[in-house]
């Protein structure tokens, strides 16, 4: 390998996409761990556009031929989820380390595949469930440990899931996140990743009852006023014991806020009471603010996050940032042998959560989940 771990992106869109817009900037602001060399998106014109675009020195016609390349080190999956399972098997074929986004597979099933697929390969498969290097949530972790609400009691999260309200204005994505057999839902999105937060806040799920449901069945296409039929969930209730017994309750429901303020997590203790909020449930990529009370505190007092938990190169926009911070620890982990940032395995654990509270809303009971969490190091 070289000096810099040489990268090449899968589904790169110059200004559009996920990748265009975070994970560039986000590598360019680690330009010392990382270089920037490649890119193979659905035809070779497609990726000799981005490439010139974007300024990247390689186009590939498709991803095996990137794979192959001796120029390349490690690739970044940022395409949508259908299409994770095959570009990951190319990479993990080729002896490639893999950055994937989540949700990891369109399932558990495609999610355990693709973990066994780099175990085999030698290779680091890492997960994009960037809240959990949020500086906000690992602030509040740490708040918990020493003690600012004492003994932890309860948990309530209630969120707005954006794009599955009334309207849906991304005519890009509209078929894609409509149709729930792509695997890309408000459950598996930010619902996923915000659990992911949770565990490392607050421990383990034990487990869940659940409630998830489509109940507006239809959806407004702005730009026609046509409505279309959709089938993802629009409202998911969850009720779960995590940690040592913490009583979490969750309700997303789809659209945005009239307020501004789509996000209410609070965490209720003995001595304290925590909250964190942002404009929408998508915890892994709206800015977070931190609000904390004690004893007899009449009324919440902001909380300003350590320095030492923002240190970095990062720009002001969280997106950025988030995804910086999980490719840093990449970067370590690749170097040092270390495993300080989400892997394949911890995102089929993840999975599993998922899968066991859309089956325990069919079954109308609660279950059990076994899918223990790895913590994080700092």
Known sequence: MSSKIRVGFVGLQPGKSWAARSHIPALRLLSDRFAIMGVANTSLASAQRAAEACDIPLAFENVQAMAASPEIDMISVTVRVPYHLGLVRAAAVAGKHVYCEWPLGNGLAEGQEMARMVRDAGVLGIAGTQARVSPVI?????????????????????????????????????????????????????????????????????????????????????????????????????????????????????????????????????????????????????????????????????????????????????????????????????????????????????HRILETITRASAEGRRLAVDAPNRPLDA
């Open 138 to 350: 690992r602030y509040v972790r740490d708040l918990l440990r020493d003690g600012y609400v004492g003994r932890v009691l309860s948990s309530t999260v209630t969120a707005r899931g954006r794009s599955w309200g009334p309207v849906h204005d991304d005519a890009a994505a509209r078929g894609y996140l409509l149709d729930n057999r792509n695997g890309a839902s408000m459950l598996t999105i930010p619902i996923g990743h915000t659990l992911a937060a949770i565990r490392d806040v607050l421990g383990d799920i034990s487990e869940v009852a659940a409630v998830v449901d489509n109940r507006r069945k239809t959806i407004l296409l702005p730009e026609t006023g046509a409505m279309v039929p959709f089938d993802t969930p629009d409202q998911v209730a969850v009720q779960a014991r995590v940690g040592d017994g913490i009583l979490l309750t969750m309700h997303y429901r789809g659209g945005m806020p009239r307020d501004g303020q789509g996000l209410c997590w609070e965490i209720n203790g003995t001595d304290g009471d925590l909250r964190i909020t942002g404009l929408h449930g998508g915890t892994q990529q709206v800015d977070l603010q931190l609000q904390g009370g004690q004893g007899q505190d009449g009324a919440w007092r902001d909380l300003e996050v350590p320095v030492e938990y923002t240190a970095g190169p990062w720009a002001e926009n969280i997106n950025p940032a988030n995804v910086g911070r999980l490719y840093a620890r990449m970067a370590d982990d690749i170097r040092n042998g270390t495993r300080t940032a989400p892997t394949f395995d911890d995102a089929v654990e993840l």
